[in-house]
T-cell receptor
Framework: EAGVVQSPRYKIIEKKQPVAFWCNPISGHNTLYWYLQNLGQGPELLIR????????DSQLPKDRFSAERLKGVDSTLKIQPAELGDSAVYLCASSSGLRNTDTQYFGPGTRLTVL | AQRVTQPEKLLSVFKGAPVELKCNYS??????LFWYVQYSRQRLQLLLR??SRESIKGFTADLNKGETSFHLKKPFAQEEDSAMYYC???????????FGKGTLLTVNP
């Protein structure tokens, strides 16, 4: 089992450019999360999916961020246009979604640098 | 609003010494508390959760509702315990995890 897979692992772009991150959750996990982790901080939830439905996107800056989870499996997080302050690690996690105490399994993250 | 506070950014101990990583939370109800760990060059992973009342890798954590704390303890630290530790909470039917800023533990030989 590869666990949660994310790509790319690293991305360097210039400000105002678009960028996309991809996540493949653990097989059978209905719940998928995108977290943002700034340097020196803990992860902060951006969006949570139950299957293909975004059930909590209250923390997602919708003016420039978007996400989708077509078919309820893989997910893509997009930023357009990127700003300098978006430089951070973007983490994807998944869980079975049966209970709120279920273990969330994290991917390795994508480290974004915006120049 | 829910908040998790880890007062120590850095904690350094010698091998064999006891270690305690502090975690305080603010939430008026009954939260679920977790400790996550990230070893060097590895992904973030669950260490333990209070509801399981378990000991993992010699670590334990007790939820103290009176002091709103969930400190992580180990009686004899090992070098392989060196890592970043995050305390987190969730509440009610909310699956969202609120994390603290983390404590970097270094266990010296």
């Amino acid at each position: 089992e590869a666990g949660v897979v994310q790509s790319p692992r690293y991305k360097i772009i210039e400000k105002k450019q678009p960028v996309a991150f991809w996540c493949n959750p653990i097989s059978g996990h209905n719940t998928l999360y995108w977290y943002l982790q700034n340097l020196g901080q803990g992860p902060e939830l951006l969006i949570r999916y139950e299957n293909e439905e975004a059930v909590d996107d209250s923390q997602l800056p919708k003016d420039r961020f978007s996400a989708e989870r077509l078919k309820g499996v893989d997910s893509t997080l997009k930023i357009q246009p990127a700003e300098l302050g978006d430089s951070a690690v973007y983490l994807c996690a998944s869980s079975s979604g049966l209970r709120n105490t279920d273990t969330q399994y994290f991917g390795p993250g994508t480290r974004l640098t915006v120049l | 609003a829910q908040r998790v506070t880890q007062p120590e950014k850095l904690l350094s101990v010698f091998k064999g010494a006891p270690v305690e990583l502090k975690c305080n939370y603010s939430y008026s109800g009954s939260p679920e508390l977790f400790w996550y760990v990230q070893y060097s060059r590895q992904r973030l992973q669950l260490l333990l959760r209070h509801i399981s009342r378990e000991s993992i890798k010699g670590f334990t954590a007790d939820l103290n509702k009176g002091e709103t704390s969930f400190h992580l303890k180990k009686p004899f630290a090992q070098e392989e315990d060196s890592a970043m530790y995050y305390c987190a909470l969730s509440w009610g039917s909310n699956y969202k995890l609120t994390f603290g800023k983390g404590t970097l533990l270094t266990v010296n030989p």
